[in-house]
Nanobody, 124 residues
Framework: QVQLVESGGGLVHAGGSLRLSCVTS????????MGWFRQAPGKEREFVSA????????SYADSVKGRFTISRDNAKNTVYLQMNSLKPEDTAVYYC?????????????????WGQGTQVTVSS
């Protein structure tokens, strides 16, 4: 069973930055394609970004492009989401997700493994 453990959420002012981390265990990290999703109150789970097993960028949501950066460090079995210029609209629970198939995936239902989520709150 693949396990994902997230950290790095918190409360920040608009314009601030956070870096989310997701540590993966249970199988070879380099064989897992990873993504970040978020879910705001009353909203459906929303795609944020995804990265392939080899570290190649898959995609960013238009709403975060230019502000967020996804990366992975295979030596640490960790995927990151660097979030800059945060806006109140970014407030949500952020989830790390993985799938043990190489490639790029963008829909929540494509991912088999999920972290517990970490709350990001951006005040105006």
């Amino acid at each position: 069973q693949v396990q994902l453990v997230e950290s790095g959420g918190g409360l920040v002012h608009a314009g601030g930055s956070l870096r989310l981390s997701c540590v993966t265990s249970g199988r070879t990290f380099t064989s897992i394609s990873m993504g970040w999703f978020r879910q705001a109150p009353g909203k459906e789970r929303e795609f944020v970004s995804a990265i392939s097993w080899s570290g190649i960028l898959c995609s960013y949501a238009d709403s975060v492009k230019g502000r967020f950066t996804i990366s992975r460090d295979n030596a640490k079995n960790t995927v990151y989401l660097q979030m800059n210029s945060l806006k109140p609209e970014d407030t949500a629970v952020y989830y790390c997700a993985g799938v043990s198939v190489r490639g790029c995936y963008y829909e929540p239902r494509a991912f088999d493994y999920w972290g517990q989520g970490t709350q990001v709150t951006v005040s105006s």
